[in-house]
């Protein structure tokens, strides 16, 4: 740098010294200048008006990735910007070169490897003698941690307004923020809470004993999350999961607090509803049975701490299947609302009612007399309440639905437990079911084994039918004289293993499981092919034999058709196959008398058996096809024992004999009681003093040989 002055017009060797120290004094202030430059912390460089590097120092050099020598009059500034700042700077830059100055303008230097580093450039023009400008000398700061900060800022404050309310406190606790969130969720704007402790958004007393734990364990732990209920502007009730977090300042100490919560309650609500689903049964909103478990523990403590007895019912509607079979599973659905309805009404306050699925309910009993014997009495009462209850018709719009129920019951015990109970109850209820329905079985001890050989007895059952295990006996019906006039055919099981079974022991089972169709059909089928075997013979030509018909075989709707069928399939005289009813049987069959007409039409004849058990008025025996009745041997066994029973044997065969029809007195096992019969007017017997029931071909061998019962100890054997 040269200067020259003009100030005076003679030479000043003086003055001329005086420059040459003031250019050395100014070189060396330039050379401390570009000194500190060089070393300072922020980039630095002088470019010319085209950009070309004049000066650069070293952190720039650093940043650019270059060195001096391979950009100080070579490279162009430009070239170490990224591509949009090129633009931009390039677009200032010759403007600001003549007329002054860059302020903190924002672009992006690139390294040697392209990295890119936000920087704030701000330059000045340095001008010559003339006061032209000729070069730029700027300064420029690494806005790194600037921008980063920002952008920290920018994503506090986005996350700020999220979708959780958040509430920022002093390190006093009172509120000094809070986002839309809160407002929205709360129903408190700003102004309402700023200043306020969020104890003002707490539901209620227990709550706020609550929240000042919470604050105990924040302050302790710094941190806390938790459900908790709170109070919205409106008063409503709403649930929010909160987090609370303390801020701390570089010293340690407490800055501020800041909740943040998100409104669950819709959530709880669907929580809760889905728990109530599981719970309860979708038809009747009973209990079902997976809350039935929890029940019962609960009932059965109950019960061992006050002392009161408890049980357990299991009821079962009967044929409800056929309800939902031929009326539809609608016509189902409202009879177990409408059953719902029924044991309710039954049922007091303490007791529960839970649905097990289909028509099974549980009843538990409680607050029942301390004392088994008249806690079971109580127990008792209520089952046969709704026994009561569940017989009543079920009354529709257009139809009337008949149903009834079985209950099992048992005792609340010290010992038992739900799964205890519950096998109990189920066990109890198999008995009720098995005695004919609607009525009600307590558990006992033993009932297991008994269930047990049921079982094992249906099993049997079904295995004697597919191995033809099954015989007939014949037992001769006699007149007065001893000459046989008929026979009954009776059933008999020749098990593998036990030997002869008579029917008591097999036949409540096979009606009970339906397996009396197939036997039923097969000793009629036998016993035709037995009646057409004797009308080929001349001596026994003219027998009569009845078969036993069963309730459950009489009430099919195809029992005639299956009757006319066999009859006419063994071509016999139907006139002489005698079917066998029982009273209770024929008063509560339907179409009873037209079922018995249809098979009277085609000859076949009926009688009426163990007659005068059943309790049926005589009257009503008049309407009946009937040719025969037997009058029961309880009433045979007691002649001469109990007068009652012989006005009721003499009443029998009076009407009988008013209406025309044959008696005959089964049991007749002593001369008394035949004389007594037979002077009293009854024309036919049946009884081990004529014979017990033999197989046919005993029964055949004595025909052929005898035809007449004159020797009775000959059938004695
Ligand atoms: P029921 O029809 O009243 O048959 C008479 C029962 O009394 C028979 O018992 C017979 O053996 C028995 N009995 C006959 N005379 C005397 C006597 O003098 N003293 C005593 N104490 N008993 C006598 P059984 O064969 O054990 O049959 C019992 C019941 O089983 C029958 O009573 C009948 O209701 C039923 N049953 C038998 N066979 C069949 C069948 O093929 N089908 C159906 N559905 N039931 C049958
Ligand atoms: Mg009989
Ligand atoms: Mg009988």
Not at 124 to 149: E, L, P, S, Y
Not at 427 to 433: E, M, N, P, R, V
Not at 437 to 449: K, S
Not at 552 to 581: C, G, M, T, W
Request: with cysteine.
């Amino acid at each position: 740098m040269s200067k020259t002055s003009t100030s005076s017009p003679v030479p000043d060797t003086s003055s001329a010294t005086n420059v040459a120290d003031l250019e050395a004094k100014l070189r060396s202030l330039e050379q401390e200048i570009v000194g500190v430059y060089e070393h300072a912390p922020f980039g630095s460089h002088t470019l010319d008006a085209d950009g070309t590097f004049l000066a650069v120092n070293k952190r720039e050099l650093a940043w650019i990735g270059s060195s001096s020598e391979a950009l100080i009059g070579k490279k162009k500034f430009l070239d170490c910007l990224s591509e949009k700042s090129r633009s931009r700077f390039q677009a200032v830059y010759s403007e600001a070169f003549a007329n002054g100055s860059i302020e903190n303008m924002e672009l992006v230097l690139l390294g040697k490897e392209g990295e890119e580093r936000p920087i704030a450039l701000s330059s000045v023009g340095v001008k010559d003698t003339a006061g032209n400008v000729i070069k730029h000398r700027a300064v420029i700061f690494d806005t790194t941690q600037n921008r980063q900060h920002e952008l920290q800022q920018r994503i506090a404050s986005v996350a700020f307004e999220s979708l959780s309310g958040m509430c920022v406190t002093d390190s006093q606790g009172a509120i000094i923020r809070v986002n839309n969130a809160f407002v929205r969720v709360t129903g408190y704007g700003p102004q309402e809470v700023i200043g306020k402790t969020p104890l003002m958004l707490i539901s209620g007393q227990h709550e706020k004993a609550r929240y000042q734990a919470i604050q105990a364990s924040v302050l302790a732990h710094g941190v806390w999350h938790g459900e908790v209920a709170s109070r919205r502007r409106d008063g409503q009730l709403h649930t929010v999961w909160l987090s609370i977090n303390k801020v701390m300042g570089e010293d340690g100490a407490t800055t501020h607090y800041i909740g943040s919560f998100v409104d669950i309650t819709a959530m709880k609500s669907a929580e809760a509803a889905a728990l109530h689903c599981a719970a309860h049964d979708a038809l009747t909103q009973l209990p079902n049975r997976r809350s039935l478990e929890e029940l019962t523990a609960k009932a059965a403590a109950r019960a061992r701490l006050s002392g009161c007895g408890g049980a357990m019912m299991l009821i079962d509607l009967d044929h409800f299947k056929l309800i939902n079979d031929t009326r539809g599973h609608d016509v189902g659905d409202k009879v177990l609302i409408e059953t719902v309805h029924r044991l309710r009404g039954v049922l007091s306050r303490a007791d529960s009612l839970a649905r097990l699925g289909g028509d099974e309910f549980v009843v538990l009993l409680e607050e029942l007399s301390g004392t088994p014997r008249e806690a079971e009495a109580q127990a008792r009462r209520v089952g046969e309440e709704i026994l009561a209850v569940l017989s009543e018709d079920y009354v529709f719009d257009h139809f009337t639905c008949r149903s009834s129920g079985s209950i099992g019951l048992d005792m609340f015990s010290d010992a038992a437990n739900y799964a205890d109970l519950l096998k109990h109850v189920d066990l109890a209820l198999y008995q009720s079911k098995y005695g004919g329905r609607n009525t009600l079985r307590f558990f006992f001890a033993n009932m297991q084994n008994v269930v047990s050989d049921r079982i094992t007895l249906e099993e049997d059952l079904r295995q004697g039918l597919v191995r033809h295990e099954f015989i007939l006996h014949y037992q001769p019906q006699v007149n007065h004289v001893g000459g046989i006039v008929g026979a009954e055919a009776l059933v008999r099981w020749l098990h593998p293993e036990r030997g002869l079974i008579c029917p008591g022991e097999f036949m409540a089972v096979a009606e009970e499981t339906g397996l009396i169709l197939p036997l039923g059909q097969w000793v009629l089928e036998t016993a035709c092919a037995q009646l057409k075997r004797w009308e080929g013979d001349a001596r026994t030509g003219q027998l009569e034999l009845s078969v036993n018909v069963s309730a459950y075989q009489f009430r099919q709707p195809d029992f005639v058709a299956s009757v006319k069928q066999v009859v006419a399939a063994s071509d016999i005289n139907p006139a002489r196959l005698r079917l066998e009813l029982t009273e209770s049987m024929v008063f509560n069959v339907d179409n009873t008398i037209e079922k018995m007409n249809a098979l009277r039409e085609v000859g076949v004849m009926f009688v009426l058996d163990d007659f005068g058990t059943g309790y049926s008025s005589l009257s009503s025996l008049t309407r009946l096809p009937l040719s025969q009745i037997k009058i029961d041997q309880s009433f045979v066994r007691n002649i001469g024992i109990q007068p009652t029973d012989s006005v009721i044997i003499q009443t029998i065969i009076a009407m009988a004999d008013a209406l025309d029809m044959d008696v005959v007195a089964e049991g007749v096992e002593t001369e008394q009681q035949f004389a007594f019969l037979h002077r009293n007017g009854c024309n036919l017997f049946q009884g081990y003093l004529y014979s017990r029931p033999v197989p046919a071909d005993a029964f055949d061998a004595f025909m052929n040989r005898a035809g007449r019962l004159a020797d009775v100890s000959c059938w004695q054997s």
